[in-house]
């Protein structure tokens, strides 16, 4: 029996309170200007006295809950993707399970930065479709402003708090997951880091006085990283899916700044229409952010039943991981299941040709394109003085 992971719930949380670009210049030498015009960030969400990771993902799973009609007794796997717990042990998943009465459930954590919700996505559907479990939770949760240093202007001014969860529910129709792409590359793995309170540097008064407690980033390695990868990702899980570019309804990626969702598009050749993007209003919210990301496309109604979504993220370790998804939140049809093999078997030969062709497209202009960015700039700076003239 072949199983598959159909994702028939989904729920979002944002803390109430707003901090917007210009709250910041009260706190660090920053403009609102430098800030939209760098990340294209607004404002973001700023978590209450109180208010916790794990609290933020019991009221987004709550939501999740309620759309897919499923009691929190009848949940069989629960997993939060977190950089950001209430402690390092326990793992905020067992604090969750216990939050939403889910009695005896089996629920881990699990660690990979903003790419974490995509990593727990494709892990929790695995055991759906093995028929270990027919049912599973995934978080994707955050509570950074209390791992930002806020004394420091490179990073506060990027991250936010918010929930994000989805309920898979197991399948016989072939939907839900197609395709999945998961990498790591530990070599970078001090270019997003909270240094200290690990084992390298145990909790001391020093750790403390040199901040190292806090997020260190170094924004231009994440930065050319995220713009590699995301466009190869999104090429290589689309290939892998017997799709095409085309065959995406949309791409719902990370929200970490606008101009490398830019840049991913531009190089993936799709329109602006085709790319979710939120981050305006919620800043980067690791693992939270596609999930939110996600949520809001669908009560904006940009997706539809039948419609294929893909997911793709980058972030700390250096991580990265994309899926496509056949969003079908009703259990399909017999005929509905009976049409879909077979468009998908007469398009195959011309959507492999076709796939392969943009797939190596956009492989040329990810390794191209860095190379050019120097001309780029001298042109520019060309017609700035010629203006002048
Ligand atoms: N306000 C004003 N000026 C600033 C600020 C600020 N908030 N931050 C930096 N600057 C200054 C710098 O000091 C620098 O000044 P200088 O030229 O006098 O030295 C100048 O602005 C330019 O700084 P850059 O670092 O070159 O700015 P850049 O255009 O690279 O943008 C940014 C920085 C936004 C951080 C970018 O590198 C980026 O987005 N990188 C990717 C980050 C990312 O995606 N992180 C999340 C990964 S996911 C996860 O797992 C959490």
Partial sequence: MTWYARITGWGKYVPGRVLTNFDLEKIVDTSDEWIRTRTGIRERRIAAPGETCCSMSVAAAQKALEVARLNPTDLELIIVATSSPDYLVPSVASMVQDRLGARGTPAFSLVAGCTGWVYALVTASQFIQTGAYRNALVIGTEHLSVGVDWTDRTTCVLFGDGSGAVVLEASEQPTGLMAFDLGSDGSDYDALIFPGCGGVHPPSHEVIDQRLHYLRMDGHRVFKFATRVMADSVAKVVTASGLTIDDIALIIPHQANDRIIELARRRLG??????????????????????????????????????????????????????????????????????????????????????????????LATRIEPLLLPLYAFAGSYKKRRKKK
Avoid: C
Wanted: aromatic residues 10%; hydrophobic residues 50%; proline residues 9%.
């Fill in 270 to 363: 799709v329109p602006p229409e085709k790319i979710m993007v939120n981050i305006d209003r919620y800043g980067n919210t690791s693992a939270a952010s596609i999930p939110l990301a996600f949520v809001e496309a669908i009560e904006e109604g940009r997706i539809k039943p039948g419609d294929r979504v893909v997911f793709v993220g980058f972030g700390a370790g250096l991580t990265w991981a994309s899926a496509v998804f056949h969003w079908e939140p009703q259990e399909p049809t017999a005929i509905a299941v009976a049409d879909w093999p077979i468009r998908e078997r007469l398009a195959q030969p011309i959507a492999r040709a076709r796939t392969a062709l943009w797939s190596a497209r956009v492989s």
